[in-house]
């Protein structure tokens, strides 16, 4: 299986829950762009009563200062909900270590992934807690790790000079930017 269908699988199951958190944002979106669009509003009004021979020039001033002011509003609010979202997609991703059915299944995937990249003697990075996890293990070199991987495994091959990181930090630096893409696309401009 490859690292490709491992991060499919990973994506897969938090769809959900990012569909939940995007459709939330929306709304909040939803809520900024009327507010931006009363404030435009009640600016031309007041405006308008104000200064009757003036207007036309004060108004475009004005108005498109407001605008260019809401944009940036609405600009710098977008980027703090993709970074929320972002947040919320990590926490859930690192909290998969957690749920110990779907993180074993995502583990033995990563071991046979390592295994058929690097080859059945490959050597496994690996907490002593996630190795036993591990289904077949009598067959695998581990390498147990005192450092934290936060979930995953850094897989050598038998001669070290190849190196497979599927540690989780590394995976979700890797998926990030995608997923952040994909959050901005839903909340819209």
Do not use: W
């Not at 009640?42 to 009757?52: G, N, Q």
Request: glycine share 4%; hydrophobic share 40%.
């Amino acid at each position: 299986m490859a690292l490709e269908e491992i991060l499919k699988d990973v994506e897969q199951k938090g769809l959900e829950e990012r569909e939940k958190i995007i459709r939330y944002y929306e709304d909040q979106f939803s809520v900024l762009k009327k507010r931006h669009d009363q404030q435009i509003a009640a600016l031309t009004e007041e405006y308008e009563k104000k200064f009757a021979d003036e207007k036309r020039v004060v108004e475009r001033s004005i108005l498109s200062s407001a605008e260019m002011d809401s944009f940036k509003i609405v600009r710098t609010k977008k980027s703090d909900l993709v970074d929320e979202a972002l947040a919320r997609a990590q926490m859930y991703f690192f909290d998969l270590v957690d749920r110990k059915k779907e993180y074993s299944e995502i583990l033995n995937k990563m071991v046979g992934i390592a295994v058929e990249s690097l080859g059945q003697d490959c050597v496994l990075t690996i907490s002593k807690k996630d190795a036993s996890l591990v289904k077949n293990r009598t067959k695998l070199h581990f390498n147990y790790t005192k450092d934290d991987l936060q979930g995953g495994i850094i897989a050598h091959s038998k001669d070290g000079s190849m190196e497979l990181d599927l540690s989780f930090p590394t995976v979700f630096a890797s998926i990030s930017d995608s997923i952040a893409a994909k959050i901005s696309d839903h909340i819209g401009d």
